[in-house]
């Protein structure tokens, strides 16, 4: 499903309070009543993703354990406040939000939420399990951090400028844009100031490695799809690997050659051509495959498989 609001205003509390409780989970919202209703709700959702512009009215949303475990929801959301002031209580901790800080909730902890009528804010809606795979230790409590420098100030001008464009975003691109700003947001919180700590690189570049390995055979093995199975950006894991002295093409590649020499000599794999091994490591072509492993091995196939008997080419 995709789908957003074009109103700039739902038409009564009622239907605010609704919309609003369909966006963040079960909760009890009490809005305050002081004069003409002007409530303000937009927001654009994907299969994955939502980003949501809320404000203009005075609030209490509060999430209780009862509430989430009648609709858990596995999401965090960024709140990036735009206008005004609000509180935020979130498990045992409370902070007070405005424009310039930057606030990462679990919607399956207890949370209250409670602002003015002059306070106006974009709350990104992501994923917990994303946000795991990215940074466990960054997933596992709510984080306030600073908006106004470095990646912070980045991040919230990339949300703002999400809700303003989302009209003219397709679900594709949408998604992409939350992706990429979600390992800005990891790389923040864990307090990375402007480029990923060694660790985390470390730590994801063995994730990069380990899935290569274990799906070296598939031909249709790209960045793209790593980085969709890992939960990060294929720019950030391009970034990582540079970083390590390498491109992804060259890492699945090599494992893929790694692959194809194990299994030359297998002999489990001796009722298979050399053909038919390369094709199975994920070679689009015999040729290829024969050029590439004596650049990296300094050895043909055949000469790898040596006299054991093996099945005709074909």
């Known amino acids: 499903m995709y789908h957003w609001s074009e109103q700039g205003a739902t038409p009564t509390p009622g239907a605010w309070r609704d919309a609003f409780i369909e966006l963040h989970g079960a909760s009890r919202v009490t809005?305050?009543?002081?004069?003409?209703?002007?409530?303000?709700?937009?927001?654009?959702?994907?299969?994955?993703?939502?980003?949501?512009?809320?404000?203009?009215?005075?609030?209490?949303?509060?999430?209780?354990?009862r509430h989430v475990r009648t609709d858990p929801r596995g999401t965090f959301e960024l709140l990036v406040p735009t206008r005004g002031s609000a509180v935020v209580e979130h498990g045992a901790g409370s902070s007070e939000i405005r424009p310039g800080s930057l606030a990462l909730c679990d919607i399956d902890r207890p949370f209250r939420f409670a602002h003015g009528e002059d306070f106006l804010s974009v709350a990104v809606i992501a994923p917990a399990a994303v946000l795991d795979r990215?940074?466990?230790?960054?997933?596992?409590?709510p984080r306030l951090f600073d908006g106004t420098a470095g990646l912070g100030r980045l991040i919230r001008q990339t949300v703002i400028t999400m809700q303003e464009e989302r009209e003219r975003l397709s679900e594709i691109p949408f998604d992409l844009a939350c992706e990429q700003l979600l390992d800005l947001v990891c790389l923040a919180a864990d307090g990375a100031g402007d480029s990923a700590p060694v660790a985390q690189r470390t730590r994801v570049e063995a994730q990069i490695r380990r899935y290569v390995r274990g799906h070296a055979g598939e031909p249709g093995l790209s960045v793209t799809g790593i980085a969709r199975a890992l939960g990060w950006s294929a720019r950030y894991l391009q970034t990582v690997l540079q970083a390590a002295g390498t491109t992804s093409r060259d890492l699945i590649r090599s494992e893929r050659l790694r692959l194809a020499r194990t299994r030359l000599t297998s002999a489990a794999w001796d009722d298979r051509s050399i053909a038919q091994i390369a094709y199975a490591s994920g070679f689009a072509s015999h040729a290829a495959f024969t050029s590439a492993y004596r650049r990296e091995f300094g050895t043909t196939p055949r000469e790898t498989r040596g006299d054991r008997p093996c099945a005709p080419a074909q």
């Open 134 to 141: 990215r940074g466990p230790a960054v997933a596992g409590r």
């Open 31 to 65: 809005l305050a009543d002081a004069g003409p209703w002007k409530g303000r709700l937009e927001w654009q959702q994907s299969r994955s993703y939502g980003v949501a512009l809320c404000g203009d009215v005075g609030e209490e949303f509060v999430r209780e354990r």
